[in-house]
């Protein structure tokens, strides 16, 4: 009888471990912060979706936008991506220096002000993964 119980029992400890340790993997990421542009921050000087290209986005990241005055920063959907405007659903931020975290896949942004700076290239799309296990 002991040892039925306790093969019913092993398996059962194990999934639970197997668990646990995937939790913590996805759990204890911790998340990077990028400043938009780098030095020249959220401006039109510099390509924003050049300044993305090779950099490794995980959802909970945090881009930090900072710009002056003549610009603001606009969370879009695709569509708004696309055609640079800003409709219902979008959010805006004009503060100069904001910290918008990463959801889970495609993140579009544009600066809505000055008008057609958009259409000039000052927007950019980003795909946050999953973050990476923890070794």
Partial sequence: MAIRGSSILIPAMLFFMVFELQYEAIHSYTSVHYMVGDEDGWDPVISMQGWAQGK????GDVLEFKYDDAFDVSIVDKAGYDDCFVSDTSIQFSDGDDNIKLAFDANYFIS???TNICAGGMKMAINAIAPPPSV
């Fill in 112 to 114: 809505s002000l000055p």
């Fill in 56 to 59: 490794h986005f995980h959802v």
